[in-house]
């Protein structure tokens, strides 16, 4: 039987991208081959990058002075490439630090530069979002990270700058419309809202390109990938294919509209249940709360391995939170069905009542 899956990534895809994505390894469109047999440069996957470059730009209604790239690496490996294409070393770059994803960005763009940590909230532990700060008006960017994926904090508004603006959208691209054009670039690894893992996906403003005086090796130049028409060498084919249905589903039941829709009414069930049960407590100051992941705790800490035994028994899987913080965490992106949350709500209100 298929598990309720609270995974944080790789985690929960539309039950039809799955089945797609299965018959296109078999027979890919009819054509007699399989999608990992066929060559990038053939007019069949042409196509494939092609569509997903436009339903990117089509879903954040960008227009063409930005562009979409699928890279390979992960977002950890954005942590490097976008320094390292845009802050010399001579220059700063501003950061908001909400968790242990900005820190490691953090990390990396000192390599680089010189780096201004405008907002941290590590004073107590990540569970809110601190929106008031300024920064320096040389710096070259402002980077941010929407959706806490670790900590269950989200950026409910876009940070207000005049900088460039750079956000790691990870684990809450597509979940919701956003001003996405108040960007100069957004990356994401796919494996949580977006697709398979093995794929990051990169939009970028053409306009911050081709500014700094280091000499940048050529595959990890944006330039570079955007002249090749996002083949400069061998892209993971089956993980954009993977990323293109995705795409598609999420267009097809409704955009970015219906997706926070969906969103907004799973948390809403799962916060107002935290908030209810005196057996859990949620960490995140209420207005930050993340719409994609929750974290919570138990009173005690022997309820929590009871508790995550019984999630276990029932099918839930993933409810363990991540091993840096501990707790609980429940991750609840574009292709969980309410009736999954509402299964759990269902264990946490009985569970509740027998140890509280
Ligand atoms: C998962 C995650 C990452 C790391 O992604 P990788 O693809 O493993 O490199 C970075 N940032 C956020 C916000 C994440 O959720």
């Known amino acids: 039987m298929k598990k ?27 054509i007699g081959l399989s999608i990992l047999e066929i060559g990038h440069r053939t007019s069949w996957f042409v196509e494939v990058i092609n569509e997903a470059r436009a339903l990117v730009k089509e879903l954040m209604q ?3 002075d930005y562009d979409v790239l699928f890279l390979q690496g992960g977002a950890t490996t954005q942590f490097m ?10 220059a700063a770059a501003a950061y908001c630090v909400n968790g242990i994803w900005g820190d490691k960005a953090v990390k990396e763009a000192k390599i680089f530069g010189n780096v201004n940590v405008v907002s941290s909230t590590k004073d107590k532990n990540h569970s809110y979002i601190q929106k008031d700060f300024s920064v320096p008006s040389d710096n070259v960017y402002l980077h941010y990270t929407s959706n806490n994926t670790v900590e269950g904090t989200q950026w409910h ?12 959208m990870s684990s809450d691209i597509f979940s919701r419309p956003v001003d996405f054009s108040k960007h100069s670039l957004i990356y994401a690894g796919a494996q949580k809202n977006a697709g398979a893992a093995g794929v990051t996906i990169v939009v970028v403003k053409k306009d911050i390109l081709g500014k700094t005086n280091r000499n940048i090796s050529p595959i990890m130049d944006y330039r570079k990938h955007i002249e090749a028409d996002a083949l400069l060498n061998t892209p993971p084919v089956f993980a954009v294919y993977v990323s293109i249905l995705t795409l598609r589903w999420i267009k097809k039941e409704g ?9 907004k009414e799973r948390a809403d069930l799962l916060y107002s249940t ?7 407590a949620p960490i995140v100051a209420k207005k930050d709360r993340s719409l994609m992941n929750a974290t919570f705790t ?12 019984e999630c276990k028994q029932q099918g839930m899987i993933g409810v363990k939170g991540h091993r840096s913080v501990g707790g609980l965490r429940v991750s609840m992106y574009n292709a969980m069905p309410i009736s999954s ?16």
């Open 81 to 90: 490439q976008v320094p390292l294409n845009l802050l010399d070393k001579d």
């Open 4 to 30: 309720h899956n609270f995974n944080s990534g790789p985690s929960i895809l539309p039950q039809e991208v799955l089945q797609q994505a299965s018959e296109a390894v078999l027979d890919f469109n009819g």
């Open 298 to 309: 138990t009173h005690n800490k022997e309820l929590e391995n009871l508790f995550l035994e």
């Open 341 to 356: 949350v509402q299964a759990l709500v269902d264990l946490m209100i009985d569970f509740n009542r027998r140890n509280g």
């Open 62 to 64: 960008l227009g063409e």
């Open 255 to 263: 955009g970015l509209v219906e997706m926070e829709k969906r969103a």
């Open 274 to 280: 935290l908030d209810s049960l005196p057996v859990f």
């Open 157 to 168: 508004t876009t940070p207000n700058t005049n900088l460039p603006l750079i956000a790691d």
